[in-house]
Every structure is written in C-alpha cells, then in structure tokens.
Nanobody
Framework: QVPLVESGGGLVQAGDSLRLSCASSGSTFSMYAMGWLRQAPGKEREIVAALSRDGTLTYYTDSVKGRFTISRDNAKNTVYLQMNSLKPEDTAVYYC????????????????????WGQGTQVTVSS
C-alpha cells in the first residue's frame, strides 16, 4: 500500500493560482511514477499531468499545458501540482495517484495505469 494524502484545494476565482500537494510515507516513494488526475461532475476521470519517478519526464493534457506544472521532491515524499491561470472548466476533484515504475524515465498517461490513489481534493474555480 502507498498512502497518498492530497491538500491545497479550495475555491478560487478565474485567473487565480493554487498549488496542490500530495504527501506519501515510506522509503520507496522514489520508486513510483506519479500522476494528478481529475474528475468533474458527470465526466470521466482524466489524467491532468504525469511525472516519471526521477522527475525528469512530464506529461500534460492539452487543456492545461502552459498553465500547470507537476513536480516532486523525493526527499519529502511529496508531489506537487502548481496550477496557474485557473479557469472554471478546471473545476473538479483532483486526485493524486502512484504506480510502481521499473524505469526511472517513464511516465504513465492512462488512469488505468495507476494502482494507488488519494482521497481527492476539491478545486472550484468561479467565473
């Protein structure tokens, strides 16, 4: 099991910024590729950003490119999602997810690739 606890969500106005954090525990965090996913009401869960276990490779869905940044601090067992220029369509529950990765330079862009999930944090962007 990989415990994941998200924080940093909230209610903001369009154009504002938020930084989500996802903290884990244990000594094997650096073995996991990480992702941030979101699910809006009535929609399927979608990948927002993904990050290789060594932090060198990233993936972003088209709608957030240039606005969101995923990063990790393996010393703190934490992954972050910096969200700038937020839009109402970014409103969703955001989930942190992890999957064991045999390769340091691989990210996973499919929700089905992730084995461990946090409980989610709500992000609401008002217009």
């Amino acid at each position: 099991q990989v415990p994941l606890v998200e924080s940093g969500g909230g209610l903001v106005q369009a154009g504002d910024s938020l930084r989500l954090s996802c903290a884990s525990s244990g000594s094997t965090f650096s073995m996991y590729a990480m992702g941030w996913l979101r699910q809006a009401p009535g929609k399927e869960r979608e990948i927002v950003a993904a990050l290789s276990r060594d932090g060198t490779l990233t993936y972003y869905t088209d709608s957030v490119k240039g606005r969101f940044t995923i990063s990790r601090d393996n010393a703190k067992n934490t992954v972050y999602l910096q969200m700038n220029s937020l839009k109402p369509e970014d409103t969703a529950v955001y989930y942190c997810a992890a999957t064991l990765s045999m390769f340091s330079g691989t990210y996973y862009s499919s929700p089905g690739a992730y084995a461990y999930w946090g409980q989610g944090t709500q992000v609401t962007v008002s217009s």
